[in-house]
């Protein structure tokens, strides 16, 4: 059964990159068809869809956040990665990792489809 696990900062200050690892156990992030997805939560708001790797490679963003963000991969780790730059307190909120079958931002408004990680909190303060 795959797992997946989120780590990084808890805090991180405003104009600096935020960057995550999502580590996948269980399960190959090059194996089948799968988006392996970046999803995040601010405080009072609905669950927003970041981007993703796909299990090719591939990368997707959501392009009200494309400016600001790379994906990418360590296939010998089995992990994959968000960089989120230029951060502002707006983007304080708990990140997910999720194994997504879809690029729909709609999938991703529910955790009841596809398996997220426990997600990590992440403040943007000074």
């Known amino acids: 059964q795959v797992q997946l696990q989120e780590s990084g900062p808890a805090l991180v200050r405003p104009s600096q990159t935020l960057s995550l690892t999502c580590t996948v156990s269980?399960?190959?992030?090059?194996?089948?068809?799968?988006?392996w997805t970046w999803v995040r939560q601010a405080p009072g708001k609905e669950l927003e869809w970041m981007g993703a790797v796909g299990s090719s490679g591939n990368t997707y963003h959501n392009p009200s956040l494309k400016s600001r963000t790379s994906f990418s991969r360590d296939t010998s780790k089995n992990q994959f990665f968000l960089q989120l730059r230029s951060v502002t307190p707006e983007d304080t909120a708990r990140y997910f990792c999720?194994?997504?079958?879809?690029?729909?931002?709609?999938?991703?408004?529910?955790?009841?489809?596809?398996?997220w990680g426990q997600g990590t909190q992440v403040t943007v303060s000074s």
């Open positions: 269980g399960g190959s992030i090059t194996a089948g068809y799968y988006y």
């Open positions: 999720v194994r997504g079958t879809q690029l729909s931002a709609s999938y991703y408004k529910s955790k009841s489809t596809g398996v």
